[in-house]
């Protein structure tokens, strides 16, 4: 793959809803896309940046300049013999996996399409559909939430998680489990709870959760393995995980039963895969999480929920529950049984809308091979 130009370019799209979580409130998200142009195939994919460094430390400006001063000098001009390649072109660049990875998923796009299959078959992937939760935000009440839970259940996802945060938690986990004894059901905490909160923590045992996902320090992973050993329910990493040597450490010292990956978080889909076959070795449950990503971003999630290991359902879910209108036509659909059919046409296998994108994009930036 001969690389001739990235172009990127950031746009402001309002929620349908506000998103609440442990960190704060997101109403409207700045996505920031990458268009990768390589032997005449252009390749897309989303870098998946929080607005501020609250996730992790990476803001959509600190990916941009990565970009444009670090990563796209590295590869403009160059050859390379597959997407997977990058990683060794980019081993010297610390961090900043967000931004890596929307270059190498946009090369896995543009690979899939040069060989005219789907990226979820490059990637290895075998399911031909993916099983679909959703992830509620923060709410103002137990009603109010319940409402949304039979929304969603109503729709068919097939599990539903709850984020949390002290003083919004345990009364709100009760009433959903109470109101529903058989769903599947787990929390996110977005690390808004530190070790003194141990003997609080417990009392989620009793809810009977599929997982608690990052309750603590989003950088820690030793302190959650002190908490794992003292609760019933499994502990699922999200935030703490950034590599395959991150899950081993986690899953040899006990930190996680279940690992949520992100591709973005753990810097694109070579590393996405990494992890995903250390989890299979080791018979630990996988899912892939999101980024409250637009089609292009959650396109890429379909395919990596393709792949062995993803036993659980993620947190991949409609367009229409982000969006009036998405970036890909037609918009991600969920089936009356909860799940995403797997595209079975090359590259990402859905229309990316040009039109919209230009609409939309407030800053726009390109590169060229010299
Ligand atoms: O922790 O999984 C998370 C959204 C933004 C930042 C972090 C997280 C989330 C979600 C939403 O839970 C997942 C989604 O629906 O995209
Ligand atoms: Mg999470």
């Given at each position: 793959?001969?690389?001739?130009?990235?172009?990127?370019?950031?746009?402001?799209?309002?929620?349908?809803?506000?998103?609440?979580?442990?960190?704060?409130?997101?109403?409207?998200?700045?996505?920031?896309?990458?268009?990768?142009?390589?032997?005449?195939?252009?390749?897309?994919?989303?870098?998946?940046?929080?607005?501020?460094?609250?996730?992790?430390?990476?803001?959509?400006?600190?990916?941009?300049?990565?970009?444009?001063?670090?990563?796209?000098?590295?590869?403009?001009?160059?050859?390379?013999?597959?997407?997977?390649?990058?990683?060794?072109?980019?081993?010297?660049?610390?961090?900043?996996?967000?931004?890596?990875?929307?270059?190498?998923?946009?090369?896995?796009?543009?690979?899939?399409?040069?060989?005219?299959?789907?990226?979820?078959?490059?990637l290895g992937g075998t399911h031909p559909e993916i099983k679909c939760g959703v992830s509620l935000g923060l709410q103002a009440s137990p009603?109010?939430?319940?409402?949304?839970?039979?929304?969603?259940?109503?729709?068919?996802?097939?599990?539903?998680?709850?984020?949390?945060?002290?003083?919004?938690?345990?009364?709100?986990?009760?009433?959903?489990?109470?109101?529903?004894?058989?769903?599947?059901?787990?929390?996110?905490?977005?690390?808004?709870?530190?070790?003194?909160?141990?003997?609080?923590?417990?009392?989620?045992?009793?809810?009977?959760?599929?997982?608690?996902?990052?309750?603590?320090?989003?950088?820690?992973?030793?302190?959650?393995?002190?908490?794992?050993?003292?609760l019933k329910t499994p502990i699922c990493l999200d935030e703490s995980i950034r590599h395959s040597r991150d899950t081993e450490a986690a899953l040899d010292l006990g930190a996680a039963r279940i690992i949520n990956i992100k591709v973005g978080r753990v810097g694109g889909h070579t590393s996405a895969r990494q992890i995903q076959a250390l989890c299979l070795a080791r018979n630990i449950p996988v899912w892939c999480g999101g980024m409250l990503e637009c089609g292009i971003g959650r396109v890429h999630n379909i395919a990596v929920s393709s792949l062995p290991g993803y036993t659980l359902p993620g947190d991949v879910s409609a367009s229409k529950r982000y969006w009036d209108e998405d970036l890909i036509d037609p918009p991600v659909e969920v089936s009356p049984r909860g799940t995403i059919p797997v595209p079975t046409s090359p590259g990402l296998g859905y229309h990316v809308r040009r039109d919209l994108i230009e609409r939309w994009t407030t800053e726009k930036e390109t590169w060229r091979a010299r």
């Open positions: 793959m001969h690389i001739e130009a990235v172009t990127l370019r950031k746009l402001k799209m309002r929620l349908k809803t506000p998103f609440e979580t442990s960190f704060g409130i997101t109403r409207e998200r700045t996505v920031v896309l990458v268009e990768l142009l390589a032997d005449g195939v252009t390749g897309w994919a989303e870098v998946t940046t929080s607005e501020g460094p609250f996730f992790n430390s990476e803001t959509p400006e600190t990916a941009w300049l990565v970009i444009r001063a670090f990563l796209a000098p590295l590869i403009l001009g160059k050859d390379l013999r597959c997407a997977s390649e990058v990683t060794q072109t980019f081993a010297a660049i610390r961090g900043h996996e967000m931004a890596r990875a929307g270059i190498e998923n946009a090369l896995w796009d543009a690979e899939a399409q040069q060989k005219g299959v789907p990226l979820a078959k490059l009603e109010a939430l319940l409402k949304k839970v039979a929304t969603e259940l109503h729709a068919g996802y097939q599990r539903i998680k709850l984020k949390i945060k002290p003083g919004q938690d345990l009364d709100f986990v009760r009433a959903v489990r109470n109101s529903h004894p058989d769903t599947l059901l787990s929390v996110d905490a977005n690390s808004a709870y530190t070790l003194a909160d141990i003997e609080h923590l417990k009392r989620f045992d009793e809810f009977n959760l599929l997982m608690m996902e990052q309750p603590l320090w989003w950088d820690d992973i030793f302190n959650h393995a002190r908490l794992q050993k003292q």
